[in-house]
């Protein structure tokens, strides 16, 4: 049976039939005959994993399962090149915490998958190694920036991934993809290891065919680490247990602000029609209000292009990664940079360091602060009224590759409804709810730090009463 | 004979003192004692910067400041602040320096000194922590140094 689309416990089930090897050689064919371009790096080492997991007896929750990890979070051995040239060649020496986590727990790991260099940018058609496509249409892009994590597993290249959410890089993605994603509470899952963008803002995050295989994910890779002195103890990886199919007397909140202009007919179309679904469940919904939604885009993009430009300082071609010639050490780091960041991400560097350079960091960075103050008070407003919010994830379906690479503002326009969570440092999960046109449709469920459970509950109840997390792309062979 | 100083001429001392007696580095495990080591053997992803690290601040460079800032007689700050120090130069891993700005540790501290006309107060305005970068190792001299070479032993040493 070709390794296909299935849910974590099937994933299990299939192991024990045949074996961890048979399983990871499914998929490694599958990735073999692949059109998508998902992965940057395949794992030569993942048939010897499982095999070893054979031999030594099935141990730990996730013993054999195969996992896409995306491109920017540490895996000892494995390339880590961020999309991008410049760290094409590294290969990092240590596992992040979550690897750690999750090679305890038994998983297999497949590989590297593509996204926007360094993160930056919400359609992965800024990595090096070229766009990932979308199954569910070839012609379009699968979002970003985590896009490879969620087209490997709407094609059926694996069955889980993790990404990384700095602005929306799970959720939009996840939206674009028909797959589940969840950006976690700000401290949930621990960074180390991740390669930081922007560190204030992100969060990694899981991505899977169903909410039941982002709470097993979560049981793994949540919980305080003492390498990121960020990561809160708050976090209990008790995740599974919100798996229950109920939200009678659930209240949701229904941001106006996140219907606004631009929004596509068909995506508010199916965003509704899943808010009055759940009314039928029994919840109940009302519109609030969160005033300061139109300021969040610019100040996330001053707050995380000004702490790019610092975080990506340490890319000078000295220890490791690309480097260029030159006569003398100036001119040697000058060129490496040069030559190794791509235009996004020598934009983003150019406009952070402007916004922190003296004379404008007050004018530009202090005030993108205070605003971000704002947002996380209308959050903090709206989620005492109501239990969860519920808005499109992303405005707009998949756009078509090349569509909006000339105009980089049109790409982050399309952040509008993502990035306030990440400023304001909240929990939101992405899930189908709908098609448009034939490309799917993501329902964001926005929640209070820490109550990723009632994040789950609400999904998994959506998700066991509706079919479109069963709804797979044609056939990408 | 006592000093004059008709153009009124201040004079501002930055001094450093590298907390080297503390066992670890200041934002990861490793070991201080590193004089006699290999060079880039005192090292972890941490304080070389790999793509991923974080750092974690030492308490006992905490508790060093505050004894460094009571024998000052300088206020010790409730709350403070570490910045990023950015620029460019092969011996600073991360392209940073971590080190403090407007929110220091130890503020208005002084110092009173003998001298041959009795006693001066020299104010301390401020103390901070701060991380050292790594060491840049010429062979012979810097001019006739066919290369650099980079020891980060001493990177992140508080």
Known sequence: ?477 | MAYENPERVMIGLEIHIQLNKLKSKMFCGCSTAYHDAEPNTHTCPVCLGLPGALPVLNKEVVRAAIKVGLALKGEIAEETQFHRKNYFYPDLPRGFQITQYDYPIVSNGKVVIEGEDGEHEVKIWRAHMEDDPGRLVHIGSIAKSKGVMINYNRSGIP
Request: hydrophobic share 40%; proline share 6%.
């Open chain 1, 1 to 477: 049976m070709a390794a296909k689309w299935m849910s974590v416990a099937e994933v299990k089930q299939q192991i024990l039939e045949s074996s961890a090897e048979e399983l990871t050689a499914n998929y490694l064919e599958t990735i073999n005959k692949s059109k998508i371009n998902g992965y940057i790096t395949v794992s030569d080492k993942a048939l010897e994993q499982a095999k070893k997991i054979d031999i030594e007896g099935l141990k730990g929750p996730l013993a054999g399962v195969p996992i896409a990890i995306k491109d920017n979070i540490s895996v000892k051995g494995l390339p880590n090149s961020c999309g991008s040239k410049m760290l094409k060649n590294y290969i990092p020496p240590f596992n992040a915490h979550v690897i750690e986590k999750l090679l305890e727990a038994g998983a297999v790991i497949l590989g590297k998958t593509n996204m926007d260099e360094f993160a930056m940018g919400s359609s992965t058609e800024s990595s090096y190694f070229g766009p990932t496509l979308n199954p569910w249409d070839l012609e379009r892009v699968p979002g970003g920036s985590s896009g490879g994590s969620a087209a490997v597993i709407a094609a059926g290249e694996a069955p889980f991934a993790l990404g990384s959410d700095t602005g929306g890089s799970v959720r939009c993605p996840a939206a674009f993809c028909g797959v589940v994603g969840l950006k976690p509470t700000y401290g949930a899952v621990s960074r180390y290891g991740a390669v930081a963008y922007a560190n204030s803002l992100e969060q990694i995050g899981p991505l899977a065919n169903n909410v039941s295989d982002i709470a097993v994910l979560m049981d793994v890779i949540a919980g305080p680490d003492a390498r990121d002195s960020t990561s809160a103890p708050n976090a209990k990886p008790e995740y599974q247990a919100a798996l229950k199919a109920d939200i009678k007397g659930l209240k949701i909140g229904v941001p106006k602000e996140y219907f606004g202009e631009g929004i596509n007919p068909g995506v508010e179309k199916a965003v509704w029609a899943a808010i009055q679904r759940c009314e039928e469940l029994g919840a109940f919904w009302e519109e609030v209000s969160m005033p300061h939604t139109k300021y969040a885009l610019a100040s996330y993009y001053i707050i995380a292009m000004s702490e790019a430009s610092s975080n990506l300082a340490r890319f000078d071609g000295t220890r490791y990664g690309f480097r260029a010639e030159g006569e003398t050490w100036h001119s040697l780091i000058s060129k490496t940079r040069a030559e190794g960041f791509g235009a996004e991400v020598k934009r983003r560097i150019l406009l952070g360091t402007y916004a922190l350079s003296a004379g404008y960091h007050d004018k530009y960075y202090l005030k993108a602060l205070k605003v971000r103050s704002l947002v996380k008070q209308d959050f903090e407003k709206a989620l005492g009224k109501v239990d969860v919010l519920m808005a499109p994830t992303m405005p707009n379906p998949a756009f078509k590759l090349g569509e909006r690479l000339e105009d980089p503002l049109s790409l982050y326009l399309s952040d509008v409804n993502t990035v306030p969570i990440n400023l304001a440092g909240v929990p939101s999960l992405s899930l189908p709810c709908g098609f448009t046109a034939g490309l799917p449709v993501g329902l964001q469920i926005i929640g209070k730090p820490f109550e990723e459970p009632t994040l789950l509950q609400t999904a998994y109840t959506f998700e066991q009463n509706t079919d479109y997390h069963n709804k797979r792309p044609p056939e990408v062979v």
